[in-house]
């Protein structure tokens, strides 16, 4: 019998990655010409693959240079961006409490492994997590769907005793789409109802309740 797995999203879930990734859409602004509109509200925007963003961002003005914003976004984000986030109070308890309840933790992020791996080891979480994915360069596993079906197959885990924790619906639909159950959190950049509407297995609004929650989710 597989180990009971408890797979994690980063931004929003359990770091404030939010000035960090604002920094930087306005950095590749600023470097493709562009004025960034003062009021700029990326928020909303965090949870998919970075080139949903930006395509988002270069919208209002009229500019199809995807690549190359992502590209200046990354240049800028690794050097600076990825140091500004910051875990939630309470993440690391929580953590904690997950292991020593007996469920391996790995994470699941849209973000480049390369840049959660470095944010995992300032912040001191790496150690808690028996492994880190995310998307890889050329586009591989930017999805959340095709990102779990991965883990799964690289650890060899049985869906039914998983689970996916995250703030947007991006991370319900993936772990439904590899018959996971998926906790939303209340505390990121999705609202209640995009994660009710989305099918979230269970919700849950105080960092106090998280492991509690998600532990509750896997033995059902």
């Known amino acids: 019998m597989t180990q009971p797995t408890i797979l994690l ?3 929003g879930t ?3 990655s939010l000035p960090g990734i604002e920094a930087s859409c306005r950095a590749a602004l600023t470097a493709l010409g562009h004025v960034p509109a003062p009021d700029l509200d ?17 919208a209002p003005y009229g500019d199809d240079r995807i690549d190359e914003c ?46 959660a791996e470095r944010i995992l080891a300032h912040i001191g979480f790496g150690v ?10 050329g586009g591989a596993l930017d999805h959340k769907p095709e990102l779990i ?16 924790v995250g703030d947007r619906r991006h991370d319900v639909a993936g772990a439904h789409a590899n018959g996971v159950r998926a906790l939303g959190v209340l505390w990121g950049y999705g609202s209640r109802d995009e994660l009710e509407t989305a099918g979230a297995d269970d919700l849950v609004g105080d960092l106090q309740d998280l492991a509690a929650a998600a532990l509750a989710l896997l033995s059902s």
Do not use: N, W
């Not at 965090?46 to 949903?52: A, N, T």
């Open 42 to 58: 990326i928020a909303a925007l965090i949870g998919p693959p970075i080139e949903d963003i930006v395509h988002v961002l270069l």
């Open 70 to 115: 992502v590209a200046a976004y990354r240049a800028d984000y690794g050097a600076r961006g990825l140091l500004a986030s910051h875990p939630y109070p309470g993440v690391a308890a929580a953590l904690d409490a997950m292991r020593d309840a007996g469920a391996q933790l790995i994470l699941a992020t849209s973000k480049r492994r390369e840049f």
């Open 9 to 11: 999203d980063l931004d």
């Open 128 to 137: 808690r997590f028996a492994a880190i994915h995310g998307s890889e360069p």
């Open 14 to 16: 359990l770091v404030d």
């Open 149 to 164: 079906a991965h883990i799964i197959a690289r650890h060899g885990l049985d869906p039914a005793r998983c689970v996916m």
